[in-house]
């Protein structure tokens, strides 16, 4: 049986050879790369919502070659400290399924038989997604509405992604964990340090979230070189600065041969209770 539950009705999904089909007979097709459609149109709220063919491709081809990697490995350390042997796990607001496939096959690897899902609102990076990892089952859905039912995920995984916490409180099992990934202060420090004439540190806070007990904040922190204009543009068309930086910003990017930069990750890590 699939994690997923029908969008329409909210009965389980059971996934076929090419759809998705509930016991009230709504179906799902399940297109070439492997990846469903569970966004009913009224939760649409643009045409081609989330990251578009450009970023998804840049954000493909940037975390393809690792420099993600430290986050990655921890991300699968501590998964695999609060997760069982068949855990239900979701990564919501997957992107390109980087982090979701390196968690997927970490605990294959161990000995586990996971059973993991990636949602996000893109159609255009869930391709990306579904070609990486057969493993897991992937869906265009909102993080607001997860085609999830109650206390069905052990562990809930969002990387960079909105913040909903009511459809993770609901979605997530009493005891089970909740891990928030965001940038820290001084991440990417470097890169604004050429885009912007007077930088900016992102902010830093614990914030207690009701229906979850805080359990372990994790920092990750490493520097990464990027030795190419093409992989320093696959990290810049990647972040929020892409849409927001001064011409003249730009202009300096575009004119580097390499670049070194600091990456910085909080990992906030919950408990449902």
Known sequence: MSLFCCPVCGEPLAREEHVYRCPNRHSFDIAREGYTYLLPPNQKHSAAP???KGM??????????????PLLNTLCNEILARSGPEAAILDAGCGEGYY?????????????????????ISKAILRYAARREKGVEFAVASSFHLPLADGAADVLLDCFSPLALEEFRRVLRPGGAFLYVVPAADHLWQLK?????QPYANEEKE???EGFAYEAIVP?????????????????????????????????LAALE???TRISFRIHIFRRV
């Open 193 to 197: 340090e050429v885009l912007y004439d």
């Open 100 to 120: 979701t496939a390196g968690i997927y096959q970490a605990l294959t690897a161990a000995g586990r038989r996971p059973r993991m899902a990636g949602t996000d």
């Open 207 to 209: 914030t207690p979230y």
């Open 50 to 52: 989330g990251d578009d």
């Open 56 to 69: 998804a491709a840049a954000r493909r081809e940037f975390l393809s070659k690792g420099y993600y990697a």
């Open 258 to 260: 390499a670049l070194s």
């Open 220 to 252: 990750v922190e490493d520097t990464i070189t990027l030795p190419s204009q093409a992989d320093i543009q696959a990290l810049f068309q990647m972040t929020p600065y892409y849409w927001k930086t001064p011409r003249e910003g730009a202009a300096r």
